[in-house]
Structures are given as structure tokens and as C-alpha cells.
């Protein structure tokens, strides 16, 4: 079946260090992928997605990469900054899936200190 | 825009009572609506889709006369958890579908802590 799996945390780094969070998922087909953020308090918020292999997803200095090859779409960020701590989820939707519905990895929490 | 609630935030109540969970899509109208349960540090588990005016989709395992389903309106869907224990204790979350002016995403409720005591 389909799955998505991404690294455990917690991630801690330091205020403008280079953040990777690793993810791969296993799908037939050509899945959609995205990655949500919850904030403390908050909701799933989407921050970025793509459709297709080869298609960068990007937001708020967040990327992410599909990779058809790797099954991989790993995110990534330059220089983090303390407002950046949450909880990051990589999920996908199947494609041909009509009912729309996202499995989700198991969610990795970052803390940046200043 | 995009905003779905749901209510309440939290919620304790005694073993073998039943607790009931909104849903509002407070902008938009959603013809689809997702309920998931998430236990600590863990992901979120898909329980049941649910379309406006039908009944609910659940996935397996999830037991529907357990947890009972109504999408009534485009903005509102509940969750009833009927006759509780304490293992039905979790953070509930929804989401809503939006339609062509909201790209189709689905957008997230801030959940709700259900505890069973």
C-alpha cells in the first residue's frame, strides 16, 4: 500500500543553519506530494507541494524536490530562523485516488534556538 | 480565507457517555470533509471521509458505529464518539476540501484533545 515515510525527531539547529528533513514515500503510479507545518496551537497549514517528477515545491525559503528515481522528496530550507519551529509533515495523495485523501509520514518536529 | 474551526478545543468526559465534535468551513463551502485522529508523537491516521448529504467513507478498522459521522451542510460536519473509554482518548482533526477558488486543498481544523476518563 501506499506510505510515507520521514525522519524522527526532534531536529534542533541554530538560528540560520541549514535545515534537511528527509522523506520518501512508497506509491503506484505518480502521486501528488506536499508538506504541511503545524504550528503550536495551530492547525495543518500547506506549505508547499508538487505534481509531477522533477517539480520543485516552494514557500517562505522552503523546498522540496520530487524525485521520481529516489521515490524521495526531502525538504529543505537555506537558513532557518526561530519562527521556523513546528512540526513538519511530508504527505501524499495517490494519483487516480477521486476521494482526494493524504496519508501522512509521522510528522517531524524542528526547534531552531537562537 | 480558508479557515475551518472546529469546537471545542478540548473536551474530558466520563467513560460510556457520548462527546460530539464540530467541524466548520467558515469561508468556503466543502462538499468533502476529513476527520483524522492523531496520537502523541505519531501521524495522522485517516478515520472517515465524508461528502455532503451521504454517508461517511470509513477507512478499515475504524468502527462506524462508534464514530458516528454527519456532513448536514457544506460548512459542517460532526464527529460523535458515542459510548467513550478511555482509549478513544486522542486529538481529533478535521479538514475541509475546498473547491475551485480554494485550489481544492484540503485546510485543517486545530483539532480538538478528547479525553476519556
Known amino acids: 500500500g501506499n506510505s510515507v515515510t520521514q525522519m524522527e525527531g526532534p531536529v534542533t539547529l541554530s538560528e540560520e543553519a541549514f535545515l534537511t528533513i528527509n522523506c520518501t514515500y512508497t506509491?503506484?503510479?505518480?502521486?501528488?506530494l506536499f508538506w504541511y507545518v503545524q504550528y503550536p496551537g495551530e492547525g495543518l497549514q500547506l506549505l508547499l507541494k508538487a505534481t509531477k517528477a522533477d517539480d520543485k515545491g516552494s514557500n517562505k525559503g522552503f523546498e522540496a524536490t520530487y524525485r521520481k528515481e529516489t521515490t524521495s522528496f526531502h525538504l529543505e530550507k537555506g537558513s532557518v530562523q526561530v519562527s521556523d519551529s513546528a512540526v513538519y509533515f511530508c504527505a501524499l495523495s495517490a494519483s487516480g485516488d477521486s476521494s482526494y485523501k493524504l496519508i501522512f509520514g509521522s510528522g517531524t518536529r524542528l526547534l531552531v534556538r537562537p | 480565507g480558508a479557515v475551518v474551526s472546529q469546537h471545542p478545543s478540548r473536551v474530558i468526559c466520563k467513560s460510556g457517555t457520548s462527546v460530539k465534535i464540530e467541524c466548520r468551513s467558515l469561508?468556503?463551502?466543502?462538499?468533502?470533509m476529513f476527520w483524522y485522529r492523531q496520537f502523541p508523537k505519531q501521524s495522522l491516521m485517516l478515520m472517515a471521509t465524508?461528502?455532503?448529504?451521504?454517508?461517511?467513507?470509513?477507512e478499515q478498522g475504524v468502527e462506524k458505529d462508534k464514530f458516528l459521522i454527519n456532513h448536514a451542510s457544506l460548512t459542517l460536519s460532526t464527529l460523535t464518539v458515542t459510548s467513550a473509554h478511555p482509549e478513544d482518548s486522542s486529538f481529533y482533526i478535521c479538514?475541509?476540501?475546498?473547491?475551485?477558488?480554494?485550489?481544492?486543498?484540503?485546510?485543517f481544523g486545530p483539532g480538538t484533545r478528547l479525553t476519556v476518563t
Open positions: 469561508d468556503f463551502q466543502a462538499t468533502t
Open positions: 506509491a503506484t503510479g505518480y502521486p501528488s
Open positions: 465524508s461528502n455532503e448529504g451521504s454517508k461517511a467513507t470509513y
Open positions: 479538514s475541509a476540501r475546498g473547491g475551485r477558488g480554494f485550489l481544492y486543498e484540503q485546510y
